[in-house]
């Protein structure tokens, strides 16, 4: 894959340190405030995994997505990503001019278009995965595997 032009990487983006000596007052309390800084921490545990691939979160997410749904729609697609259809739409496009993914007509409805992904985005996918995976994992060897499963439990409670 081609390397992302650089407006494309975080630039300034560090962690957030707790920095000692300083008074947090309520933030040490807040839920948002220490989400936020780990959702840093681990952003940049993406991005150095996806380093020198062209690849954003939501262009992985769409692509894990549709590797695990064959012939999803892009209606579909943009509701799991959060995003208008059209933002769907631009994302399978993407994926379509790089040879990852591509639109078949759905059987019994030639108006709906369902995406697959390509042999070669099952590859790239399957190795994206390995190596994001293998980084959010490197990243959080903080916590023992059951309070890794706790953490994430806890987190979609609270996404709802």
Do not use: C
């Not at 560090?14 to 947090?24: E, L, Q, R, S, T």
């Not at 940049?44 to 992985?60: D, K, Q, S, V, Y």
């Not at 933002?87 to 709906?112: F, I, N, S, V, Y």
């Amino acid at each position: 894959m081609n390397r992302l032009p650089s407006p494309h990487r975080p630039r300034a983006l560090a962690p957030i340190p707790h920095v000692a000596g300083v008074d947090y007052d309520v933030l040490d309390e807040l839920i948002g405030y220490t989400l936020r800084r780990a959702q840093v921490a681990m952003f940049l545990a993406f991005h150095e995994a996806t380093r020198g691939l062209e690849i954003t979160p939501p262009r992985f997410t769409a692509l894990v997505i549709v590797g695990a749904n064959p012939g999803i729609g892009q209606s579909a697609l943009g509701q799991v990503l959060g995003i208008a259809r059209s933002g769907a739409m631009m994302l399978t496009d993407w994926m379509e001019q790089r040879g990852l993914a591509e639109r078949h007509q759905r059987p019994g409805d030639r108006r709906a278009w369902g995406v697959y992904l390509t042999a070669r985005g099952e590859r790239e996918v399957a190795r994206m995965k390995r190596r994001v995976l293998a980084e959010d994992r490197r990243r959080s060897a903080k916590l023992g595997a059951g309070e890794r499963r706790r953490l994430l439990a806890l987190l979609k409670k609270l996404a709802g």
